[in-house]
C-alpha cells in the first residue's frame, strides 16, 4: 500500500493559479500511475489527470484540458497538479490516488476509473472564488 498526503490547496480569485502536490510514502511510489480526482458538493467524485509510472504518460479531463498539468518527480515520491486559468467550476475536494497495480497499463480508459486505484489521499480543499 502506498500512503499519500496531499498539500497546497486553498482559496484563489478565478483566473488564478494554485499548485497541488501529493507525497507519496510505503511501497515504491515511483512504481505506480498517479492520479487526481475531484469531488464538489453533492457530485460524484470525478477524474481530473493521471500520469503513467515512467511519466511518459499523461491524460486529463475535457473539463481541465490545456489549463491543468499533471507531473511527478520519483526522486521525490511526489506528484503535483499544475492549475491554471482556474475557475469557480474547479471548487471542490481534491484527491490523489495511486494504482492498484504497479506498473499498471497507460491506458486512459483503465484510468479513468476510480476502482482502479487503491491507495487514496485524505483530499485537499480548492476553493476558487469570482
Known amino acids: 500500500q502506498v500512503q ?3 498539500s497546497g490547496g486553498g482559496l484563489v480569485q478565478a483566473g488564478g493559479s494554485l499548485r497541488l502536490s501529493c507525497a507519496a510514502s510505503g ?3 515511483s512504481w505506480y500511475t498517479m492520479g487526481w480526482f475531484r469531488q464538489a458538493p453533492g457530485k460524484e467524485r470525478e477524474f481530473v489527470a493521471a500520469i503513467s509510472w515512467s511519466g511518459s504518460s499523461t491524460n486529463y479531463a475535457d473539463s481541465v484540458k490545456g489549463r491543468f498539468t499533471i507531473y511527478r518527480d520519483n526522486a521525490k515520491n511526489t506528484v503535483y497538479l499544475q492549475m491554471n486559468s482556474l475557475k469557480p467550476e474547479d471548487t471542490a475536494v481534491y484527491y490523489c490516488a495511486a494504482d492498484r497495480r504497479a506498473y499498471g497499463p497507460s491506458n486512459i ?3 479513468r476509473e476510480r476502482a482502479n486505484f487503491g491507495s ?6 480548492v476553493i ?3
Request: glycine share 12%; charged share 15%; hydrophobic share 45%.
Open 109 to 111: 480508459d483503465y484510468w
Open 120 to 125: 487514496w489521499g485524505q483530499g485537499i480543499q
Open 128 to 130: 476558487v472564488f469570482s
Open 27 to 29: 511501497r515504491t511510489a
Open 4 to 6: 499519500l498526503v496531499e
